[in-house]
């Protein structure tokens, strides 16, 4: 039972990050229809952002209030990933925009190879660790020599994570913007002709899903204190799973799946074999496009001729 | 970056002020996004503690360097690209081409078979066995792979991302069955490549229904498995250190080594092992035959056409009454046999395989090839695996950049990293592929050529 507690917060947390991600997967997808491969590492850069601008601020500046930089850098990161994802719609998926289905998937296979390289070459391919940011546990539970914890970054990570949600989606479903996204992804020829800039909502479209993963990308390294220029493939993999299991296109659906895979990978680590956490999530992701392709909340896909 | 109006550049002439500003603004988006990464170096220095150095040199440089090309491309590059655009299309056939066209596959198959010799020519016994086995070998490999993909991806338009899990098969396959029951390479080839093919079924069956992207991601999801499964299953396959000491193939029983019942020795040769390389050349260069004649043989089989008719529009395939499971199948299972050759081949080239040389980077360099060459197009998947392969090859050998950006610097480095850049740019430049007409196997009274683009590409 305590186990189970401990790995329900565990799961939670973990699933906050993957679920920020599947955001950015499931607008793309939702909006043109395609597997933004390069999020994932688009998730990495943006930690590795967050790693400088945090650099910056504590051995440069001298900042002493946590609290302070870590809002300072997630502001930073969310800025910079922006641009770095906006970029990258411009150079490598607008001129494929109308092209054969494939074509934008390899280009963001392309660009997923890229970017893992350029982060190689320009930081060095060793681990990059920093000292905890916040530190302070709360004992929940302490009961049979083992005790719950809950510890204050896995409650920045939950308060974070619902504060942005909660501005994410006001601006989906209450803005002009959101309406323009929404329309967009009914059917894009359509809103062309009322007077929707479909580009221009495109664009926003990755600058959202950069904003979002470059949250999840600073409290990545907030929760694990350490970050290297592989680690983008993985949890990209694992949110995109969590954006399928959720229904691909359907927003709370992203959310929920991603908390569904961090209580997956998390229960099966303390239960069965950590080795095959990884397994288990790939299995997920295979089991569910297999036998529920439309996924929790998602639309089924009607086939028309 | 507002595109300029058409009309305005040419009247004008060239607008120098809209390319200056142009490749101000340029300048600035690419301060800020390389500001970060490049301007910012995190090193860990002596006491293990992260630090920052700042590289405000090179970031310049880069920065620099960017606003020239765009000026240039402003100025002198797209008013040509303009011009070129505006002028009449001329359909006349050209007397090159055709020769080219005829003529250029004998070419290359006649200058495949006698590459080696003129590598031992050229260089001699000491240099050959570089580049027979880094550019020969290793460039064939991928020219296999991406004409065993290529059945499965351009022919059938199934999009397999996890290829490179039955390359593992077949190289585990015969490492493992040569080492523990000693059988020959020549027995193990054949069934390597049964053993593929048969789990090119087993993963195929699951994700018949699936489409497009899903199908590729799920494929995806089946090649981390297997190879997950190889890490960590290591009472069988000894997980990360891989498994050494895998026997080499032999000429018909004769081993390559210096022994007096070697290779050298009984057909009163001296010793060298250039002879194997040569011998591993030939190998792959007819297992890549093999798979180029069976793909081309196999289209004009009613299989090969119910796979193409499945790439184009697959309900319209149903409809007509094919039967869609088997078509795949059969895609899937021919595909993968031919990555166990391949893998096999690999093992038994290598003597050492791992996890590692079957990571999800492989699959999609795979993938690359076969789209960057064109899907479908034999000519075109062997000229990508050439130029990505053979590319990324020459990148070791570029030993004078070193005089230019000082002694730490590595090319080797950066090989991956302009391979992710040219697949973006290939793709960008040319979707389609490097060839991407499309030769009928079935045509009313006359063969003709057709461009893919106007080719409607069903869901595949």
């Known amino acids: ?305 | 970056m507002a595109p300029e109006p058409l009309t305005a550049t040419q009247d004008r002439g060239i607008d120098i002020i809209g390319a200056l500003r142009n490749a101000v603004l340029t300048g600035l988006l690419a301060f800020v996004l390389f500001l970060p990464l490049i301007g910012f170096q995190t090193v860990t220095n002596m006491r293990g503690d992260l630090v920052l150095n700042t590289r405000w040199g090179l970031l310049f440089s880069i920065v620099a360097v960017i606003v020239g090309a765009r000026f240039a491309y402003a100025v002198m590059l797209a008013p040509w690209l303009t011009r070129r655009k505006n002028r009449p299309l001329t359909l006349a056939p050209s007397p090159w081409r055709d020769f080219a066209g005829k003529w250029i596959v004998p070419f290359a198959i006649g200058f495949a078979i006698v590459y080696p010799f003129v590598v031992v020519g050229t260089v001699g016994f000491g240099g050959a066995v570089k580049w027979i086995d880094n550019f020969g070998i290793q460039i064939l490999i991928y020219v296999m792979l991406g004409w065993g993909l290529n059945i499965v991806v351009g022919l059938a338009g199934l999009l397999d991302l996890g290829y490179v899990a039955f390359y593992a098969v077949g190289a585990y396959s015969y490492a493992l069955l040569a080492k523990e029951f000693g059988l020959s390479f020549w027995i193990l080839l054949p069934l390597a490549g049964i053993l593929s093919s048969f789990w090119g079924i087993l993963l195929g069956f699951p994700v018949l229904r699936l489409r497009g992207d899903y199908l590729a991601i799920v494929t995806l999801a089946f090649g981390e498995i297997i190879r997950l499964v190889l890490i960590n299953w290591v009472d069988l396959t000894n997980g990360y250190a891989g498994i050494s000491g895998i026997p080499r193939p032999t000429f018909f029983g004769i081993p390559f080594n210096a022994n007096d019942d070697g290779f050298a020795a009984v057909f009163g040769l001296e010793f060298t092992p250039v002879y194997r390389t040569i011998f591993l050349y030939y190998l792959i260069l007819a297992l890549a035959f093999l798979t180029a004649f069976v793909t081309i043989r196999l289209r004009r089989l009613p299989v090969g056409r119910a796979w193409e008719a499945l790439r184009e529009d697959e309900i319209a395939c149903r409809s007509l009454g094919i039967n869609t499971t088997n078509t795949k199948l059969t895609a899937f299972a021919t595909g993968a046999m031919f990555a166990g050759f391949a893998g096999s081949f690999f093992a038994a080239r290598q003597g050492f395989i791992s996890p590692d040389s079957f990571t999800f980077l492989e699959s999609a360099s795979i993938v690359a090839i076969v789209v960057l060459g064109g899907m479908g197009s034999q000519i075109g998947v062997a000229v990508a695996a050439l130029v990505m392969v053979g590319g990324t090859e020459l990148m070791r050998d570029l030993d004078f950049l070193k005089a230019i950006f000082g002694p730490t610097f590595d090319p080797t480095q950066y090989r991956m990293l302009l391979f992710g850049f040219a697949m973006v740019l290939i793709m960008v430049w040319r979707p389609r592929g490097l060839i991407s007409t499309r030769e009928p196997t079935v045509f009313l009274k006359e063969r003709k050529t057709i461009s893919a683009d106007l080719v409607g590409q069903g869901h595949g």
């Open chain 1, 1 to 305: 039972m305590e186990v189970f507690l401990q790995q329900l917060i565990n799961g939670v947390t973990l699933g906050s990050i993957y679920g920020l991600i599947a955001i950015g997967y499931t607008m793309v997808f939702g909006i043109i229809g395609m597997v933004n491969f390069a999020h994932g590492d688009v998730f990495m850069v943006s930690a590795f952002i967050a790693l400088i601008a945090f650099l910056i601020l504590t051995s440069w500046l001298g900042l002493t209030s946590i609290a302070l930089a870590l809002l300072i850098v997630l502001i930073v990161a969310m800025i910079f990933t922006a641009v770095v994802n906006w970029m990258i719609e411009r150079l490598a998926y607008r001129p494929l925009r109308g092209s054969f289905r494939l074509a934008p998937l390899i280009s963001a296979i392309g660009m997923s190879i890229f970017l893992m390289n350029f982060v190689q070459v320009s930081q060095g391919p060793r681990n990059k660790s920093i000292p905890p940011m916040v530190q302070g546990d709360f004992v929940l539970l302490d009961r049979n020599d083992f005790a719950v914890t809950l510890s204050l970054k896995q409650l920045v990570i939950w308060g974070v994570t619902a504060v942005l949600l909660i501005a994410f989606w006001y601006l989906v479903a209450k803005t002009r913007l959101g309406r323009a996204q929404r329309a967009c992804e009914q059917d894009r020829k359509m809103a062309a002709l009322v007077g929707v800039d479909v580009d221009r909502t495109i664009s926003i479209t990755f600058v959202i899903a950069a904003a979002l993963a470059a949250v999840a990308g600073t409290m990545y390294l907030m929760y694990y204190g350490v970050v290297s220029f592989a680690d983008g493939f993985v949890p990209g993999v694992k949110a995109f799973t969590a954006a399928v299991l959720g229904g691909i296109g359907s927003l709370p659906g992203a959310v929920i799946g991603g908390i569904l895979i961090g209580l997956i990978e998390t229960m099966w680590s303390a239960y069965f074999s950590i080795d095959y956490k990884d397994v288990a999530a790939f299995s997920v992701l295979a089991i569910t496009l297999i036998f529920l392709p439309q996924g929790l909340f998602g639309r089924p896909d009607v086939e028309k001729v």
